[in-house]
C-alpha cells in the first residue's frame, strides 16, 4: 500500500525546517497530513498531521516553531491504514492527538511544549 505524503509533511517528519520553509513558502500547506511513520510489526501506516510528524521525531525546537501557527491540529486525531494486505493488521495509534504522539515517542521538553 502506498500513501501520498506531501513535502511538508515529509519535512517535518526528518526535522528539517529549514526545508519545511522552503516548501511553505513555495505553496506546502500546514494543515497538511500524511504518513509519519510505519509499523512492520503491525503492519500499520501512521497517518497525521505536521505536528504528529514533529512529535514523532522528538524536535522540541521545531515544534515550538511551528505550534503558534497550528493551534487548530492540536487535536488531529492519527489515522491507520493496512501495510501489506495479505497480513494481519493491528492498530496501534489511531486517535491520537499530537501530544499522545509526543508521550509514546518524545522528551519531556517536547510533551511541555504541547501543554
Excluded: W
Excluded at 500499520?44 to 505536521?50: A, G, L
Excluded at 525546537?61 to 487535536?75: A, C, Y
Amino acid at each position: 500500500m502506498h500513501i501520498d505524503c506531501p513535502f511538508i509533511v515529509q519535512a517535518a517528519k526528518h526535522a528539517d525546517f529549514q526545508t519545511f520553509e522552503i516548501v511553505e513558502k513555495h505553496g506546502g500547506q500546514i494543515k497538511d497530513t500524511g504518513e509519519i511513520g510505519v509499523s512492520t510489526t503491525h503492519n500499520n501506516i501512521v497517518i497525521s498531521n505536521i505536528l504528529g510528524a514533529i512529535a514523532s521525531q522528538d524536535n522540541p525546537t521545531f515544534l515550538k516553531k511551528v505550534i503558534k501557527r497550528m493551534k487548530d491540529g492540536l487535536e488531529y486525531e492519527a489515522k491507520e491504514q493496512q501495510f501489506i494486505m495479505e497480513q494481519p493488521f493491528t492498530k496501534e495509534y489511531s486517535g491520537f492527538t499530537p501530544l499522545m504522539i509526543a508521550v509514546v515517542h518524545s522528551s519531556e521538553e517536547t510533551i511541555k511544549t504541547f501543554i
